[in-house]
């Protein structure tokens, strides 16, 4: 995943703005620039190639629908980041099921076998984790947000991220 | 995986990766979506790029609901043709003892036996009307209004009606585990019951959307749902109350998270039923959508013996063939005088 460019705050601003005055381009970039990310984020989430892609089409739904009581004084990627690790979570409540190992396997779909084999080892270990822990996981090793930055995404203590991740990282090196 | 990657995906969970091997590891973990998926983002909302249009943001949800909205008329439309196939319609004319007319009941008191009687030996008959359940639902208020409802007689007597009720998509998804496990569910049955549900089977967006070329193919290609998720009746459908109320029930979720309904959601047989022209033409058309309206089709449909007996195996080996329906439906009539 390509790391968030120095400027990414003031472009989103602009993007934002330009939505708001309605022109095309706003929405454009603004997809262009994250559905992938968000794709990644929402597969590490629900471990299915299908589910992750209509959380992040539902993401950006709602995010256009919300966008006018967007607040620009926080960031639009940790706010769209907070949407689908939400949205991921909703969704794998209303499933009220275990994922199985079976379902890992939807991940190993999109890509050649050598990344398959890659994100099958990871993927499984990450989908034995609880949710809450597995999104602690992703948002920082798989979209390397700071720990105050997912403490405010996941509305819970700094502490509370850090002891999670620990948790969480001693079960994946056993896993792995 | 070579070692490399491999040191890499361990010492990442160790917290020993540099910034750079982070973002290797981040590199090495990264999928790529579907190549739809930005154009399906895109496409689904081309108000929004011209104009900010506070309806837009509907089409979210429908979009990952829309096939479930549309498999839930299907899942309906199939409990109809069930209770046609138990009533015996439509009728077809030259067969003997078919019945098809709006008074059945006098119609068939004193007539003469045919060979088609000497089928009421049948096992599957016998067993049917040997069911306490069974009888008091063909003796029940409700099922004499919905064979007396003239939709129904309308519905069942087109050619759509009979063409579905022909091909082996039905009969697949009718005897299906799948679907006799929904029909069962207290979700189904909450929605199917609900106000809203009646509410948006009945307007007009929704048969624009259930006939249109798009729906018919929704489950080909996503430029299909997308057609859909643009049109003018999507848009309408979605800012209905009842859409709203529908997507937020309780029982909607737990139906959409069911794997009943995701089981017949996948079910080839489901599929091409819904892609069939005959199944459009079946959604578009206005009997049966009176019928849908109907509180004595609704009735009927939500009566635990009509269930019951929709799950009974004897139905089920009744109900693949016209000639043993007929006799169930003469002694259905019988034993209602």
């Known amino acids: 995943m390509k790391e968030l460019p120095a400027a990414t705050d003031e472009q989103d601003r602009l993007l934002v703005k330009r939505c708001l ?3 095309p381009d706003g929405p454009i970039g603004l997809v262009d620039r994250y559905h992938k990310r968000l794709f990644n984020v929402a597969l590490r989430m629900l471990g299915d190639v299908q589910d992750a892609e209509d959380v992040t089409q539902t993401v950006f739904f709602n995010a256009f629908d919300k966008l006018r009581s967007y607040d620009p004084k926080y960031r639009f990627f940790s706010w769209i980041y907070r949407m689908t690790v939400n949205e991921s979570l909703n969704l794998l409540k209303r499933k009220k099921r275990t994922v199985t190992l079976e379902d890992i396997v939807a991940i190993k779909a999109p890509g050649p076998d050598h990344d398959a084999e890659v994100n099958d080892l990871v993927g499984r270990a990450l989908m034995e984790l609880k949710p809450n822990d597995r999104a602690v996981v992703v948002l920082s090793h798989f979209a390397s947000f700071s720990y105050q930055e997912i403490a405010d995404m996941l509305d819970i203590p700094v502490q509370t991220v850090k002891s999670r991740l620990h948790e969480a990282r001693e079960k994946l090196r056993r896993k792995i | 995986m070579n ?3 491999f040191d890499i995906i361990r ?6 990766n540099s910034p750079e091997e982070s973002a290797s590891f981040r590199s090495l973990m ?16 081309p108000r929004q790029t011209r104009s900010f249009n506070p309806l837009y943001a509907l089409i979210g949800g429908f979009m990952n609901r829309k096939t479930m909205i549309l498999g839930g008329a299907v899942v309906l439309a199939a409990a109809i043709f069930i209770a046609g196939k138990v009533t015996g319609w439509p009728p077809s004319g030259d067969k003997a003892g078919t019945i098809g007319g709006v008074e059945p009941a006098a119609r068939y008191k004193g007539r003469t036996m045919t060979e088609a009687d000497v089928t009421i030996k ?21 099922f004499r209004e919905a064979m007396r409802n003239q939709q129904f007689r309308e519905l069942m007597a087109s050619d759509a009606y009979r063409q579905i009720m022909a091909s082996d998509a039905y009969r697949q998804i009718a005897a299906s585990d799948a679907y006799r496990s929904l029909q069962a569910s207290d979700a189904y049955r909450q929605l199917e019951s609900s106000a809203a549900f009646r509410q948006l089977a009945a307007q007009g967006a929704f048969r624009q959307i259930a006939a249109s070329d798009a729906s018919r193919q929704v489950n080909a290609s996503d430029a299909n749902r997308q057609a859909i998720n643009a049109s003018d009746a999507a848009r309408q459908l979605q800012a209905s109350d009842a859409y709203r109320q529908i997507a937020n029930s309780d029982a909607f979720r737990q139906l959409q998270a069911s794997d009943a309904f995701r089981s017949l959601q996948q079910n080839d047989a489901f599929r091409s039923l819904q892609s069939s022209d005959a199944f459009r033409e079946l959604q578009a058309n206005d009997a049966f959508r009176q019928l849908q309206a109907s509180d004595a089709f609704r009735s009927l449909q939500s009566s635990d013996a009509f269930r019951s ?16 329906s007929d006799v169930f439906m003469r002694e ?3 034993s209602q005088q």
């Open chain 1, 21 to 23: 005055e309605g022109q």
């Open chain 2, 3 to 5: 070692r490399e990657e």
């Open chain 2, 11 to 16: 010492r990442e969970f160790d917290g020993s």
């Open chain 2, 30 to 45: 990264e999928r790529e979506p579907s190549p739809h998926l930005k154009q399906a983002i895109l496409e689904a909302m």
């Open chain 2, 122 to 142: 049948n096992p599957e008959i016998q067993t049917l009307f040997q069911n306490e359940q069974v009888l008091n639902l063909v003796k029940s208020d409700a």
């Open chain 2, 309 to 324: 007996l929709q799950a009974s195996d004897a139905f089920r080996s009744l109900s693949r063939s016209s000639e043993l």
């Open chain 2, 332 to 334: 259905a009539m019988r």
